[in-house]
Structure formats: C-alpha cells, structure tokens
C-alpha cells in the first residue's frame, strides 16, 4: 500500500508539474548554427539530428552510441547488432548505412550530406560499457569517417553512463542515474571540441533551469515524449544573444525516472554560465502501448514514431527543432 501511495504522489507531482509548465521563452539566440550531444540513446538521437540537419548543426557529441540509421528501422537489429554485436549479429557496415544516408539526401529528407565534413565530432566509449559496447562507438567514428570528418574519440574505464568529473556513481557502475564520477568532465571536454576556445566554467551555476510546456511543440504522449522539458539559461542570455546546445539524457533518464538529476548534473551548466550558452534538454519518457514500445523511455533510434524517424520528418527532431527556433525568436 505505501509503494502505491509514493508511486501515486510521484505521479501526480509530475502531472502538476507539466501543468504549471509556462510556455518556452524566446532569447533571441543565435540558432543559425548550433550544436548537440547525447548519451546512449541520446546520442543516437543526436547523429540523428545532426545528420538530418547537418546545414545548421555545427557540430555532435555522442557518448556510447553507434552510427547514424544502425537500426535500419528495427528494434531487433537495435538491440542486437547495434548494442552488443557479435559473430552472429554483426554491427551494420558503414558502406550500407552510406548507402541509406545519400539514399535520404536523395529523397531530401536530410540536409546534404557534403556538409557533414565541416562538422566538429566527439564520441565517447567506456571501456566497461556492456550496454554499448566500445566497438560500436568505433562504428560511429568509422561512419563519420567516410565523410572525411576527423571524429575524436575519447575512451575511459566507465560504465554505461554520462561521465563527469564528480557526480554520481562509481565509474565503472551501470546504474540510475546513469551519471558516473570518473574525474573526466566529458561535458566539459565535448563543449571545448565543438566550440573551440572556451572560458574556464563557472564554480556554481548562476542561472535559471526552467521547465517548459513541450506540448506547443508537438511533442505528446503518442510520440513518447513529456509533456515538460527543461533550458538552462544563464543570466547573460538575458540582454545579449547566446548560442546553443541540445542535450539529450538517455534511457531511463530523463524526469520521470531520475528527476532532475541529468538536467543539474550532467556537467553542461558550469560551462554554459562562463560562456552565454543555451543548454537545451528535451525529454523523452517511457510508453507501454502497442503501437508505441519503448519501456524505458529511450529517444527513437529504431523507429517506435514511424519509419523516418531518423530524419527531418521524424516527429521527435521535429519537436526539437521547434524548441531551438523557439530559443532563437525575439525576446
């Protein structure tokens, strides 16, 4: 009885919650060119953006995830080929996703693919990663790679997580909130590699962190998305122009599994206070329905919104995309 007591006040805070939501706010932010980054699923969704948009996409960061259309469209091939391949259910080769990508920018349902040579590229693999395994990183960097990026990759003893300087568990766990203390400030470094220069970041963060009605956007229920994602806004981006960053939690990451947890403690704040950056965090959430599986509130990277989820038509980029222009309409 007390379990379904908490789980029903849980749940109806974050029913109120996504009520009192307030709409997104312009910044007037420069969204010409922008960056993203993610972890696990996050940052399948964000090549995914990147790749689909790579006109305006100035640069990824992806930690623990694989190459742009792994899963061609299958939870199967997502879970066995493109997580943990093996001899039997290989990683897809980069020459057939090449093949499905210029196939896409044929159909113009991404950007050019010519433009995905002048972006700057960050991966990350942990090399106690058993969720995604560091060989599919490795397939990552290959695919990029055929586009004549020069992709850095970045490998420390971590587990399956967003690797910080010093929050969450121990580096090597695989476990909520899949944040992992490994003395390397991954958002920090990913910020640097995309960006160019940066000021040291800040001590604390100084700015807001603001929930805002996702709902405006089209993101919904039937898309797997909350009702409720989250912006930091550092108070500079008040009275002068920032860029911005998207940032996408993983699976079983996002509110309403961990809180605020990946919002406050990813990294990405410090860094955006010293340096007028928009850290955007849409998010995702579980569903259990037929017709929209995905249990453990993943970003689709096999097609649970429909088959060109991997491209601008995809119901989720879109919803993101709405939020960046959002971001960058006038104050």
């Known amino acids: 009885m007390r379990f379904w007591a908490a789980e029903f006040f849980l749940v109806a805070g974050l ?8 709409p997104l706010p312009g910044y007037g932010a420069d969204v010409s060119a922008f960056t993203v980054s993610g972890v696990s699923s996050g940052g399948y969704m964000a090549v995914q953006v990147h790749v689909a948009h790579s006109s305006r996409v100035a640069g990824v960061g992806a930690l623990a995830a694989g190459p742009y259309y792994c899963a061609q469209g299958s939870l199967w091939t997502a879970m066995n080929h493109c997580m943990t391949p093996g001899a039997w259910t290989p990683l897809p080769s980069t020459e057939i996703l090449q093949s499905h990508t210029e196939r896409f920018a044929r159909e113009r349902l991404i950007d050019p693919t010519e433009n995905l040579a002048k972006a700057r590229v960050w991966l990350f693999s942990g090399s106690q990663d058993r969720t995604v395994q560091p060989a599919v990183v490795q397939g990552l960097g290959r695919f990029y790679s055929l586009y004549k990026t020069n992709p850095l990759t970045v490998d420390k003893p971590a587990g399956h997580a967003m690797v910080t300087e010093n929050a969450g568990n121990a580096c090597g766990a695989t476990e909520p909130p899949f944040i992992n203390d490994c ?3 991954a ?15 800040a001590a604390k963060g100084l700015g807001r962190l603001l929930a805002f009605d ?20 550092p108070r500079a981006c008040d009275t002068q122009p ?12 996002g509110i309403e599994q961990v809180g605020e947890r990946f919002v406050r403690n990813a990294g990405y704040n410090r860094w955006a206070d010293a340096n007028r950056l928009i850290v955007l ?3 995702a959430i579980a569903r259990y329905a037929w017709w929209v599986w995905n249990p453990r509130g ?3 990277w096999w097609g649970y919104t429909g088959a060109r989820y991997a491209t601008k038509e ?3 980029i879109r919803a993101v995309l709405g939020m960046v222009e959002r971001l960058g309409a006038a104050r």
């Open 281 to 283: 965090y849409p998010q």
């Open 15 to 22: 029913c109120s919650a996504a009520l009192a939501a307030e």
């Open 214 to 233: 996702q709902g405006e956007f089209g993101a919904a229920r039937s898309i797997s998305m909350a009702d409720t994602g989250y912006v930091y806004v």
């Open 187 to 201: 958002a920090g470094e990913l910020l640097r590699h995309l960006l160019g220069s940066l000021s040291p970041p």
């Open 314 to 316: 995809g119901a989720q």
């Open 183 to 185: 003395d390397y400030d």
């Open 298 to 300: 993943c970003w689709d």
């Open 242 to 253: 920032c860029k911005v960053h998207v940032a996408f939690h993983g699976c079983r990451q």
